[in-house]
């Protein structure tokens, strides 16, 4: 049953990430000639161009994770949410309320805690807290079947611009 949604982007994250591209490719690549000793770069600190090459690859990487690899799935037993290598399984169980609009402007997932110092939401009557679901709207419908069928005690809330 596994399916992967990819988050939806905004254009500016794009440009962001086409910018720190630029510019950590642009540090990796002088240290690197520095480091080579090409033309009149040469380098004064070795360990210091080879920690920054390195930390710059690493704030790369962390980039096209973050940017590329986050997505929501629907997984056997529990709804994940990868934002680049973080990972955070919401048991379908817990799962109590999903709300999203007619718009497609929000979809929220409501999912039960037991925390100290978490207060009962008003809406669910449950300590609970949320998610926003940040996908392609044609999906919503498919991510709430998906979670009503995994859990049938969840309530799925569907409400338009004119519903407050």
């Keep these: 049953m596994k399916k992967r949604y990819s988050f939806r982007q905004r254009a500016a994250i794009y440009v ?6 630029i510019i950590a490719l642009t540090c990796i690549t002088v240290n690197c000639l520095r480091l080579a000793q090409v033309g009149d770069l040469t380098s004064t600190n070795h360990a210091l161009d080879i920690f920054a090459v390195c930390i710059m690859s690493f704030v790369e990487l962390c ?8 997505c929501y799935v629907l997984g056997e037993k ?21 709300r999203y609009s ?6 929220l997932v409501y999912y039960k805690v037991d925390k100290n110092g978490v207060v009962k939401d008003e809406m669910t009557g ?3 807290k949320f998610i926003r679901v940040n996908v392609n709207e044609k999906y919503y419908d498919e991510i709430a079947d998906a979670i009503r069928k995994q859990t049938p005690s969840a309530i ?7 519903d407050k």
């Design 102 to 107: 007619k718009d497609n402007r929000i979809f």
């Design 16 to 21: 962001l990430f086409a910018t720190v591209t």
């Design 156 to 162: 799925v809330e569907v409400y338009g611009e004119n």
């Design 63 to 70: 980039m096209i994770a973050v940017t590329f690899a986050s």
């Design 126 to 128: 449950v300590q609970a």
């Design 78 to 98: 529990k709804f994940y949410s990868y934002l680049g290598i973080v990972l955070t399984g919401i048991p379908y169980e817990d799962i109590c309320l999903v």
